[in-house]
């Protein structure tokens, strides 16, 4: 693994985030809705540092599984969302690779009537965009590389770490390699 944003780097952007984000509020209670599992540590940094009134909701979308490190097909879960009926909503969500998970969500919740769809990434990866669409606000841009840490995973591991790393193909084949040495 190699480090791409330390943990202090990753705090600073937080904090740039969230002052741009309270720079662009409306008059009303944000809605946050935060994308599981992997927008968790944004999500939970992010929402300490807004000023006013600030609503909290999560939905799971995921189109990777398992060691998969290319998308695959999308499924969006939003049984859990109140209504948003004229609401000022915040989509968070950890990367931006194909954009296809955002660009999902944002035309779901428009159609359940919220006021205003603004997106917030802590990443977007350079050159993998498969969408017209750009993020409202980006944390950081990084190079085509799997990642992992400060919520993001490999295989449901690393989500833990307070940084950010690259994983090389070595990491990934000896990671595969033990999975099947394991029976998992």
Excluded: C
Excluded at 54 to 69: D, E, I
Excluded at 102 to 107: D, F, V
Excluded at 111 to 136: I, T
Excluded at 140 to 147: G, K, Q, R, T
Aim: without cysteine; aromatic residues 6%.
């Amino acid at each position: 693994m190699r480090m791409l944003l330390s943990s202090a780097q990753l705090a600073e952007g937080i904090e740039r985030l969230a002052a741009e984000v309270g720079g662009d509020t409306s008059e009303k209670p944000l809605t946050v809705i935060g994308v599981l599992t992997g927008s968790i540590m944004v999500v939970a940094d992010l929402i300490r540092r807004l000023e006013g009134p600030v609503q909290l909701n999560m939905v799971w979308a995921s189109s990777y599984r398992g060691t998969a490190t290319s998308p695959g097909r999308l499924d969006l879960r939003l049984d859990l969302l109140p209504d948003l009926a004229g609401h000022d909503v915040l989509v968070v969500d950890d990367i931006f690779d194909s954009g296809r998970t955002m660009q999902a969500l944002m035309e779901e919740l428009r159609q359940r009537g919220a006021a205003r769809v603004r997106s917030l990434v802590l990443l977007r990866k350079q050159g993998r965009a498969e969408v017209a669409m750009e993020p409202d606000f980006v944390g950081f841009d990084i190079p085509d590389a799997f990642v992992v840490g400060y919520g993001l995973d490999f295989d449901g591991l690393w989500r833990h770490l307070p940084y950010l790393a690259a994983l090389d193909d070595d990491d990934i084949a000896r990671h595969a390699s033990a999975a099947a040495g394991a029976g998992g």
